[in-house]
């Protein structure tokens, strides 16, 4: 049975790469979620005037690899202590954050944030979201796999 993880942790480029070639990752798709407009455009959400965040959606298979992996993938992807930003990308669109599609991963999600933010890892707080996923939307095709088209 396929499952999928919806994770916001900077620009989607980078972070799709990074769960793209694991073990048991069947599929990853970029798109915009957390916001209030419907079928947003890259430009759309750039704006930043959308309340959306750039996204990866992972297909995933787990008996192969979990969801609490993929949270550990995601934690260490990006730095979930700054507000809005990652790198020189500044913007809510930016923003460090797990939408969850069920109790489970939302379970999954709020102990795995307490377990980093206890680690001693980080100098300052943790500020991911934890939030229900609403919609995911589907960036444009040119986004998808931006990485792997550019080798």
Request: proline content about 5%.
């Amino acid at each position: 049975m396929i499952e999928h993880a919806i994770f916001a942790a900077g620009c989607f480029w980078g972070v799709e790469e990074e769960f793209r070639k694991l073990p048991g990752v069947n599929a990853t798709a970029v798109g915009y979620t957390g916001g209030t407009v419907a079928n947003p455009t890259y430009r759309n959400v750039c704006s930043g005037r959308t309340g959306h965040a750039e996204a990866v959606k992972i297909s995933f298979t787990p008996e192969q690899i979990g969801y609490r992996q993929l949270l550990e993938i995601f934690w260490q992807c990006h730095d979930p202590t700054t507000l809005n930003r990652q790198g020189p990308d500044v913007g809510s669109q930016y923003r460090s954050a797990i939408f969850y599609a069920n109790e489970s991963q939302q379970q999954a999600a709020e102990e795995s944030l307490i377990q980093q933010q206890t680690s001693g890892r980080y100098r300052q707080p943790i500020v991911t979201e934890i939030t229900p996923l609403t919609a995911f939307w589907l960036a444009e095709p040119e986004h998808q796999q931006y990485l792997a088209k550019r080798r």
